[in-house]
């Protein structure tokens, strides 16, 4: 069925990450990622490897289904490589005819293939246990200081929370005009580019007369239902952190520390 | 019925409405549309009124002046005795008077059932503990209750629209208008739908006013209301204007056991006037 299509890549298990306060995992990514920036040495890629495979551990998520989201990043993964091993200058390890490769070009090469992997699979493991709605509603909770600056977080978080909505009934929606277009002989397996790209064109038109029409009508509808501004609003599933929050921020401040003091050495 | 409504107070008050848009023409230029002329309307608390007519008879801008989407051009709209202009106010006006839109897609912001009934809730900032209370009742009391960790999008057209009006419901309305809510459900939802609506009306006191274009829907209503490009052609009980030939000439059906009952005096038959309902029909067959 289309409309089962789930948005993002949750991946629906239960397990202690995905039961932890999305407001926790959004900040332990962003400490994570930077603290990954700061690893100079192998140790410390080492430690972050460990924690990561702890957390993989945790989410419940089979490894496999989390690598193969690595994929589609190959093609940076082996440009980063070849730049960095046969573009940095130092001592020669190994060279034939125009190729060198040096020891530091090797290092550097390998260190950035370490932290871009690390990077992706961290993050990846955010989206893979945390629903949509509750990530629009995280990032609502944790960019709220924004609001200093007078951007309407909030509505923005809303905004996403909308598109998610009306995601699967545009989809169902351009599945019902191309089943109509095709019944007046629209082509849509042509072999030519250009004529493919054209008979797209009798789809977009009325999806987006569509999509602006709904978009009317959901405003009228919201503001029938008293919306003013998404400020002062109360919610029904407030965001609290729990005990488990708690344990998860504190193990989350040994690694800092622990990055931390094999950095100095 | 009619008498022991009229001991009542006026909830809505409608008093020489006019409302009208500018639109271009086909040739670019501003023509002035009149939508709705001279309407005078009162309806009473627990009053369950319908509103009739065709396409384009004005009948959903009548529904969007009453909680003040459209603001009226001439005329006043009161709804509980405020004024649909006073901009201050017109937060308590919409609380208090709910409206169910045609299409259930179109009206559902939330991606979960129960997030979608504390929409309103949340808007008119009713604490946590309360919402909790007031949604978990709404969806029983609506039989959504096993659905309320759901997407809406996994629910049937009639369930969706069952959902719209659970959430207006919540707010604890006085009013709740329902423009065309059935126009997209199929027969079976359509009649268990209708049902609820009675049920509102009768059990909470909840004023109903039903635009509609099933004429079965509106042998439900204490009154009914025939509107025609822009005016009203006339207010009377349902008995009354299916006893009256005005329905046929603003493009009405009648509904089926009228139909019979009319088809049967023509050949000589003498059934009784009374006849509304499929139920009278047979009893006075």
């Given at each position: 069925m289309i409309r089962d299509i789930t948005i993002g890549q949750y991946y629906n298990v239960e397990s202690k990450l995905h039961s932890l306060d999305p407001r926790m995992k959004l900040n332990a990514v962003l400490v994570f990622i930077i603290s990954v920036f700061f690893i100079k040495s192998y140790v410390g890629y080492f430690i972050a490897s460990l924690f990561l495979l702890f957390c993989i551990k945790l989410s419940n998520v089979p490894i496999r289904y989390i690598v193969r989201g690595l994929k589609s990043i190959v093609f940076l993964l082996f440009l980063s490589v070849f730049l960095n091993l046969f573009f940095t200058e130092g001592r020669v390890l190994f060279s034939y005819s125009f190729f060198v490769i040096t020891y530091e070009g090797l290092d550097v090469a390998v260190k950035m293939m370490l932290r871009l992997i690390i990077l992706i699979l961290f993050s990846s493991l955010l989206t893979l246990t945390t629903t949509p709605m509750e990530l629009t509603d995280g990032i609502d909770y944790n960019l709220s200081f924004f609001k200093i600056f007078k951007i309407p977080v909030s509505d923005i978080a809303l905004m996403m929370s909308i598109a998610l909505r009306f995601i699967p009934i545009l989809i169902e929606e351009v599945d019902k005009i191309m089943k109509a277009q095709i019944s007046r002989g629209v082509r849509f397996d042509d072999k030519n580019l250009i004529k493919k790209v054209k008979a797209y064109i009798p789809i977009l038109v009325p999806i987006f007369v569509s999509a602006f029409r709904r978009s009317n009508d959901l405003a009228i509808a919201m503001e029938s239902r008293c919306?003013?501004?998404?400020?002062n609003r109360t919610k029904l599933n407030p965001l609290a952190y729990k005990k488990s929050d708690y344990l998860a921020y504190s193990f989350l401040f040994v690694y800092l520390i622990t990055i931390i003091l094999v950095c100095r050495l | 019925m009619d008498n022991s409504l009229n001991s009542q107070e006026n909830i809505i008050e409608i008093n020489n409405l006019n409302f009208s848009i500018n639109i271009f023409d086909d040739d670019e230029n501003i023509k002035n549309e009149i939508i709705l002329k001279d309407i005078n309307l009162s309806v009473k608390k627990g009053e369950f009124l319908c509103l009739i007519g065709r396409n384009g008879s004005g009948k959903s801008t009548l529904a969007k002046i009453l909680n003040g989407i459209n603001l009226p051009t001439s005329g006043t709209v009161k709804v509980m005795s405020i004024s649909t202009t006073d901009e201050k106010k017109i937060i308590d006006i919409r609380k208090n008077l709910g409206i169910v839109f045609q299409n259930p897609d179109n009206q559902i912001v939330s991606s979960i059932v129960e997030e979608e009934i504390a929409f309103g809730l949340e808007n008119i900032q009713v604490e946590t503990s309360e919402m909790r209370k007031r949604v978990d009742y709404v969806l029983k009391y609506m039989g959504l209750y096993k659905y309320?960790?759901?997407?809406?999008?996994?629910?049937?057209g009639g369930q969706k629209q069952k959902l719209a009006l659970a959430s207006v419901v919540a707010m604890l309305p006085q009013i709740i208008v329902l423009?065309?809510?059935?126009?997209?459900?199929?027969p079976k939802a359509r009649k268990e739908f209708i049902d609820l609506i009675i049920k509102l009306n009768r059990e909470k006191n909840i004023t109903i006013i039903l635009i509609t274009h099933f004429m079965e829907e509106v042998i439900f209503a204490d009154r009914v209301v025939l509107l025609d490009k822009g005016e009203i052609k006339k207010i009377a009980t349902p008995k009354e204007i299916f006893t009256d030939s005005i329905l046929e000439k603003y493009g009405m059906t009648f509904p089926f056991p009228i139909r019979v009952k009319n088809k049967l005096n023509q050949f000589g038959y003498n059934i009784?006037?009374?006849?509304?309902?499929t139920d009278d029909l047979i009893y006075a067959l």
């Open positions: 919306y003013i501004d998404s400020d | 309320k960790k759901q997407s809406p999008n996994k629910l049937s423009d065309e809510p059935t126009a997209m459900l199929d009784n006037n009374n006849v509304i309902t």
